[in-house]
C-alpha cells in the first residue's frame, strides 16, 4: 500500500477538530457552529467535504490530488461564507478558533494537494495540465482566498485593509471612473510620453553610433544622466510643462529616453565583427551595413530597453501625478485621493488597474519582440546546438 | 594562362601595438598564383596564413610590397567583387533564412530579386541543401552551415575564392565530403581557390600547390608541387604518390621549426 500523505492527512484532521470548536464569540456567549442557527447550515456540507478529504489522503493518484485541491478550496470558501453570515447577525468580536481551524485546515490540505500535483511525473496531456497549467492559476486563487479569510475573519476595517470583496465591489460599481482614470493616465501621459521618448531615443542612438564625435562626447553624458532619479526633477518638470498632463508625458518620456539610447549604441557598435568584414568584402556602403547588419543585430538590444522601460514609465507616471497634483484624474490621483481619505478599497481597485495595464503593454511589447527577433537565441531553446 | 592572377612581391606585413613590440607577420612573400590553381597554405599558427589571405581580400593593408589581383590593386579587386571570402566559422546571418544568406551578396549588389531568387536556387542545389532554403542557419549541423556560408561565397561567380579554414570545425567525415564537394566546384566553377589549412592530408588532397610557411616573422619556407592526377576521388587518398607526398609536406613542415 502506498504511504499515507501526512500534510493532507493532518490538515483533514485539524479541519475536523475546527467543527467542533467555538466559531465566533461574545462576551456573554461561546458557540460552535452547530449552536450559531444561521450558520448551521454549513455543518453537513462541510463534514462532507472534509471526510473525503481524509479519505483521499491514502491516494497519490493525480486525478485524488486534483479533487483534493477542489475540496480543499471549497471547504475553505464555505466556511469563509459561514463565519460571514454568523458574524453578520450581531457578533460584534471577530471569528474564533473553530472557523481559523476549518478555514486554515483546508487551505493546508489545498497546498498539499497542489505540492502533489507539481511533483507529479508523466507525459500525457492531463498530467501536463495538472502539473503546469493548474498550479500558477490555482495559487493566485489561494492568495486571495487567504487575504479574504483574513480580513473578515479579523473584521479588518477598509481603512486599514480591503477585502478582496471590497476591492472587487469597487472595480464593478467605479469602473466608468477607474477607465477614465485609466486612459488618462495610461494613454494620454504614459503611451505619448513612452512613443515619443523611445522613438527620440531610437533616432538619437543611430546618430550617436554613426558620429564618433557623438559617441566619445555624448555617450558617456547619457550615460551619467540616464543614472539620475528623474522622478526627483518631477516638481521641476511640472513648473516647466505645466501640472496638467503635459508634465508627466514628459517623465515618461525622459525615463524612456536615455535607456533606449544607451541599448541602441550598445546594439548598433557590437555587431559581429566578421559579418562586417563579409560585407566589406561585397564592397557594400554605409548605409547598406547599417540596413543589413547593424540595425537587425541591434533589434534585441533596443527590445529590451522597451521592455524595461515599458513598466519604469508606467510607474514614474504614477508617481508624477503624486508629486505634480494637476486636476484630479488619473490612476496616481485616484491612488493619493482615496488612501488620504481611508478608502484603500479605491487604492487597491486603482493598483488593480495600473497593474494589469502595466502587464498588458509589457505583454505587448514582448509580443513585438518575439515577431522582429524571432531568431535571437533567446526565443530558440532546445532548437540551438 | 601564364599571367598570374595574383602577386606577392616582398609583402611584409607588421603589426604596431604599444611601446616597441612590433609583431612582423609576414617578411618578403613572394608568390605568383596563376588562373585556376588551387593553392593551399599549410604552417604552424601564427606564421602569417590568415594575414596573408586578408591582405589579398583588402581586409589589411601591407606594410610594404605589392599584391596586384588581375593586374589591379585589391582594393580595386573588392570594389569589382573579384573575390568571395569564407571563414573559419559559417559566420551567417541569425535573421535571414538559408536562402537569405546566399543572397545576401547579390542584395549588396543591387541584383534584382528574381534573378536572386533564382541563382540562391541553383547554388543551394551545388551544395546540396535545396531543402532547407527556408530554415534559419540555428537549425542546421556545423557542416550544413558551412555549405551555406559556401554557397554565399559562390552567389556572384568570383573569380577567386579565399578559404581560410573553411572546414577547421567540422568531423572528420564531414570534411572529407565537403573537400570532394569543393574540389567538384572548382572544376567546374574554373575558380582560382586560396585555401588556408592545419591539416596536412587536406592540403595534399585539394591543392595543386601547397606552400609550406614558417612563424615569427611568416615567411613562405617552401612551396611543394602537388602533381597527383585530376579530378581526385576517394581513391586519390589511398594511393602511394599521396602518402609520399603527406611526408614531403611534413618533413618541410618540420624543418620550418629548426629554422633555415
Known amino acids: 500500500m502506498k504511504k499515507v500523505n501526512v500534510t493532507s492527512l493532518l490538515s483533514a484532521l485539524i479541519a475536523l477538530a475546527g467543527l467542533f470548536l467555538p466559531w465566533v464569540a461574545t462576551q456573554s456567549q461561546v458557540s460552535g457552529l452547530a449552536q450559531v442557527e444561521t450558520a448551521s447550515w454549513a455543518w453537513i456540507p462541510l463534514l462532507a467535504l472534509i471526510v473525503l478529504g481524509l479519505i483521499g489522503s491514502w491516494s497519490r493518484a493525480p486525478v485524488v490530488a486534483a479533487i483534493g485541491l477542489i475540496l480543499g478550496l471549497s471547504g475553505a470558501l464555505l466556511a469563509l461564507v459561514a463565519v460571514k453570515s454568523a458574524l453578520a447577525t450581531g457578533y460584534t468580536g471577530s471569528a474564533s478558533l473553530g472557523f481559523w481551524f476549518v478555514f486554515l485546515g483546508e487551505l493546508l490540505g489545498a497546498a498539499g494537494m497542489v505540492n502533489c500535483l507539481t511533483t507529479l511525473s508523466g507525459a500525457d496531456r492531463v498530467t501536463y495540465v495538472l502539473r503546469e497549467v493548474v498550479p500558477p492559476l490555482v495559487v493566485p486563487a489561494f492568495l486571495l482566498l487567504l487575504w479574504q479569510g483574513i480580513v473578515e475573519g479579523l473584521r479588518v476595517p477598509i481603512a486599514f485593509f480591503p477585502s478582496v470583496t471590497d476591492v472587487v465591489r469597487v472595480l464593478f460599481s467605479a469602473h466608468a471612473v477607474l477607465v477614465d482614470d485609466s486612459i488618462h493616465t495610461f494613454i494620454r501621459q504614459m503611451l505619448f510620453g513612452y512613443i515619443l521618448g523611445a522613438a527620440m531615443g531610437v533616432l538619437t542612438g543611430m546618430m550617436i553610433a554613426l558620429s564618433p564625435f557623438l559617441r566619445r562626447g555624448f555617450l558617456p553624458l547619457a550615460t551619467a544622466v540616464s543614472s539620475i532619479p528623474v522622478i526627483g526633477l518631477a516638481p521641476v518638470l511640472g513648473r516647466a510643462f505645466g501640472v496638467d498632463w503635459e508634465s508627466k508625458a514628459a517623465v515618461a518620456s525622459i525615463v524612456t529616453f536615455f535607456p533606449v539610447v544607451i541599448n541602441m549604441v550598445q546594439g548598433l557598435m557590437t555587431a559581429d565583427p566578421r559579418k562586417m568584414d563579409l560585407l566589406h568584402s561585397y564592397a557594400a556602403r554605409r548605409g547598406q551595413i547599417f540596413r543589413k547588419l547593424r540595425f537587425p543585430h541591434a533589434l534585441p538590444y533596443l527590445f529590451n530597453a522597451l521592455k524595461i522601460t515599458s513598466i519604469i514609465s508606467l510607474i514614474s507616471v504614477i508617481v508624477a501625478e503624486f508629486l505634480i497634483p494637476g486636476p484630479p484624474e488619473g490612476l496616481g490621483q485616484r491612488i493619493s485621493l482615496s488612501a488620504r481619505s481611508g478608502r484603500y478599497d479605491i487604492t487597491f481597485a486603482a493598483i488593480a488597474f495600473a497593474s494589469t495595464l502595466g502587464i498588458l503593454f509589457y505583454g505587448f511589447i514582448a509580443l513585438l519582440e518575439r515577431v522582429f527577433t524571432a531568431w535571437h537565441s533567446s526565443f530558440r531553446g532546445a532548437q540551438r546546438r | 594562362m601564364n599571367t598570374p592572377i595574383i602577386a606577392f612581391q616582398e609583402v611584409d606585413k607588421v603589426f604596431a ?47 610594404s610590397g605589392r599584391i596586384t589581383i588581375k593586374e589591379k590593386t585589391p582594393e580595386q579587386a573588392r570594389l569589382d567583387r573579384d573575390y568571395g571570402y569564407v571563414f573559419q566559422d559559417p559566420v551567417l546571418y541569425e535573421w535571414r533564412t538559408v536562402e537569405q544568406n546566399v543572397q545576401l551578396p547579390l542584395e549588396i549588389m543591387g541584383v534584382p530579386k528574381p534573378k536572386r531568387e533564382t541563382r540562391a536556387h541553383h547554388l543551394l542545389g551545388l551544395v546540396g541543401l535545396s531543402e532547407f532554403s527556408h530554415h534559419y542557419p540555428w537549425q542546421l549541423s556545423g557542416g550544413m552551415q558551412q555549405r551555406v556560408s559556401i554557397a554565399r561565397a559562390l552567389s556572384f561567380s568570383p573569380s577567386i575564392l579565399l578559404m581560410d579554414e573553411p572546414f577547421g570545425a567540422l568531423d572528420e567525415i564531414t570534411r572529407e565530403q565537403m573537400q570532394l564537394e569543393l574540389l567538384r566546384i572548382w572544376r567546374n566553377l574554373k575558380t582560382t581557390v586560396l585555401f588556408v589549412t592545419h591539416s596536412i592530408p587536406e592540403a595534399v588532397f585539394l591543392s595543386t600547390r601547397t606552400v609550406v610557411m614558417s612563424p615569427r616573422p611568416g615567411r613562405i619556407h617552401e612551396i611543394i608541387e602537388i602533381d597527383l592526377p585530376q579530378p581526385r576521388t576517394v581513391e586519390t587518398r589511398e594511393c602511394e604518390r599521396f602518402f609520399e607526398l603527406t611526408t614531403v609536406v611534413r618533413e618541410s613542415l618540420r624543418g620550418t621549426e629548426n629554422g633555415h
Open chain 2, 17 to 63: 601595438s604599444r611601446g616597441s613590440n612590433h609583431l612582423v607577420a609576414l617578411e618578403h612573400v613572394n608568390l605568383s598564383i596563376v588562373p585556376e590553381e588551387f593553392i593551399a597554405f599549410i604552417g604552424p599558427s601564427g606564421c602569417g596564413k590568415t594575414t596573408l589571405l586578408r591582405l589579398a581580400a583588402d581586409l589589411e593593408q601591407p606594410t
